[in-house]
């Protein structure tokens, strides 16, 4: 059983940056990919990015690359994203989630990819 915490949610204007972490429960992190999706309101959870169990591979959503960065360090048993030139339209709330040891080392886009999730942190981008 993983527990997920996220923090580092907030208001920040366009154009700002922000750095969410995920902070992990147990004594296996280093072998659960990590990912991070978004849900905005009456929409779906999408994938943001995701990370693999080194923190050697990493994979990016086409609306974030070049903006958002996805890191782990497993010694402290945290994700981080780092989101840089932000705009309104990454307002959501943002989940962390982790994928089992067993399910392999595959960077997965799709939320059923994944067995553990945060309770989510909110980031608001103003104009």
């Known amino acids: 059983q993983v527990q997920l915490v996220e923090s580092g949610g907030g208001l920040v204007q366009a154009g700002g940056s922000l750095r969410l972490s995920c902070a992990a429960s147990?004594?296996?992190?280093?072998?659960?990919?990590m990912g991070w999706f978004r849900q905005a309101p009456g929409k779906e959870r999408e994938f943001v990015t995701a990370i693999s169990w080194s923190g050697g591979s990493t994979a990016y959503a086409d609306s974030v690359k070049g903006r958002f960065t996805i890191s782990r360090d497993n010694a402290k048993n945290t994700v981080y994203l780092q989101m840089n030139s932000l705009k309104p339209e990454d307002t959501a709330v943002y989940y962390c989630?982790?994928?089992?040891?067993?399910?392999?080392?595959?960077?997965?886009?799709?939320?059923?990819?994944?067995?553990?999730w945060g309770q989510g942190t909110q980031l608001t981008v103003s104009s």
């Open positions: 147990g004594r296996t992190f280093s072998t659960y990919v």
């Open positions: 989630a982790a994928r089992s040891e067993s399910r392999g080392n595959y960077l997965d886009s799709r939320p059923f990819g994944y067995d553990y």
